[in-house]
């Protein structure tokens, strides 16, 4: 079972708690309409899990940056203060725990955006390392990306080294071909199953 089914299922319990407890109950329709999508998305990711061996979600933990760790925790934060608010019985207790939970759910999101606003300067610096590369390096490393099968690194590579070559150059010729060389390689690979 991969992690979308269980943090799904896991939403699922929760959204079933709230049901049969009769949590929030000023918000009954909406926490019933909830728990059927999450109950649907839950049932259908068991469905494709089970019947379909070629869709596999992983998950390397090996490349997990302390970003994501990040994102973890204040998921984990949220979703307890979440079960707080659920099981107080008094209400001015629980209004209180849910203004928590909303300032909790904005940090989270002004984190996530930021996240992503780092991740994208990243992807910048590391177009400028490229920049920094000789054309001949860019290549041998598109080669070894291409080995590993890693299709759209070489073609970007091979996009960087063909950037840097003068607008007349017939080099661009020869790296447009290895591009679609490559391409046709993916697809077919991918076609055929490999």
Known sequence: MDYFNLITGLATLAGAVCQIADLFSGHREARKGIFYGISGVF????????????THISIDLSTFSKF????????LIIFCIFLAAAFTSDHNKR????????????????????????????DDEARKLRNKLTIDELIGVSVINLEKGNYERAIELLDAAKEQLPSGDI????IDSKIRYIKNNQINNNVSGK
């Open 43 to 54: 049932l259908g990711g068991l469905i494709v899990t089970f019947f379909s061996p070629l």
């Open 68 to 75: 994501n760790l990040l994102i973890a925790a204040l998921l």
């Open 95 to 122: 209004a209180e725990i849910i203004s928590l939970l909303e300032a909790a759910s904005v940090i989270f999101f002004i984190v996530l955006i930021l996240g992503g606003l780092l991740e994208y300067a990243s």
């Open 171 to 174: 080099r661009r010729s020869v």
